[in-house]
């Protein structure tokens, strides 16, 4: 995996950790300053389903990060793409079901590194 496309991953995965930390962490305290259009009394009562969406971000992360880590050029490139697909997919999902916003701070960086690995 090239450079740039290492970048890029790592720079997916960073995302995902945040995503990670405020959907388990700082849902009730962030989360309404970030999501105003949703209800703030709805925040505490979707705490555990914020933490579980929080959880499958940490998995994403972990798996662009092992990517990273591959010794094998073909295996590396491989994780990395499994790992990208998974997060384009989320993102398209999201975008379509919760917020537009989802399709470019999510799919559109997993699109990027799909195209790094391909060109690279």
Known sequence: MSVIAMVVVAFIAVLHL???WFEMFSWTTRGP????????????????????????NGFLAAGLIWSLFIGDSVWQRNVAL????????????????ASRKI?????VPALIGIVCLFLT
């Not at 999501?35 to 914020?50: C, G, Q, R, S, V």
């Not at 998974?86 to 079901?97: P, S």
Request: proline content about 4%; aromatic content about 18%.
């Open 103 to 107: 399709l470019f701070v999510q799919s």
């Open 82 to 97: 499994c790992f990208l697909l998974f997060v384009l997919i989320a993102g398209v999902y999201g975008a379509a079901t």
């Open 33 to 56: 300053k970030i999501f105003k259009n949703f209800p703030a009394d709805l925040f505490e009562p979707t705490k555990a389903m914020a933490a579980n969406q929080g959880l499958y």
């Open 18 to 20: 945040y995503i990670m």
